[in-house]
């Protein structure tokens, strides 16, 4: 009796509280979901390929840590982007082929120096 006890009294702390996602999040991605795969492709059957988004950071060591933690295509760029980062910000460029890519992007929208992810478009 006593070992069930503890079991519930142990357990009973393990129990996951799903999180609560805000909506608002989503409206700064500015990215069109419908055009891609669940591996983020985009295109025909024949020519599938993978699209690239931008966003700006904060020029620090620790908001990189962050976004990389979340986003391992993430990879600085030189300039400032369509996007228009500052000279106080660094241009971050992601790539949506990678696991659970809608997530990733919900993930560092939520990050509260994210103001916009955009998709990447190269001239």
């Not at 070992?3 to 990215?31: M, Q, T, Y």
């Not at 840590?65 to 106080?88: E, F, W």
């Amino acid at each position: 009796m006593k070992f069930i006890l503890f079991c519930l009294i142990v357990f009973s702390g393990c129990h996951h509280h799903a999180i609560k996602e805000d909506p608002a999040v989503w409206k700064k991605v500015r990215i069109d979901f419908k055009r891609f795969d669940k591996d983020g492709l985009a295109g025909p059957a024949d020519g599938k390929i993978a699209a690239n988004y931008e966003f700006c950071i904060p020029a620090s060591k620790e908001a990189m840590a962050r976004v990389k933690k979340l986003d391992p295509t993430a990879q600085r760029s030189l300039g400032k982007g369509r996007i228009g980062c500052t000279d106080r910000e660094w241009l971050m460029v992601g790539s949506t082929h990678q696991p659970n890519f809608q997530r990733v992007l919900f993930e560092l929208a939520s990050l509260p120096f994210v103001d916009e992810i955009q998709e990447t478009f190269y001239e």
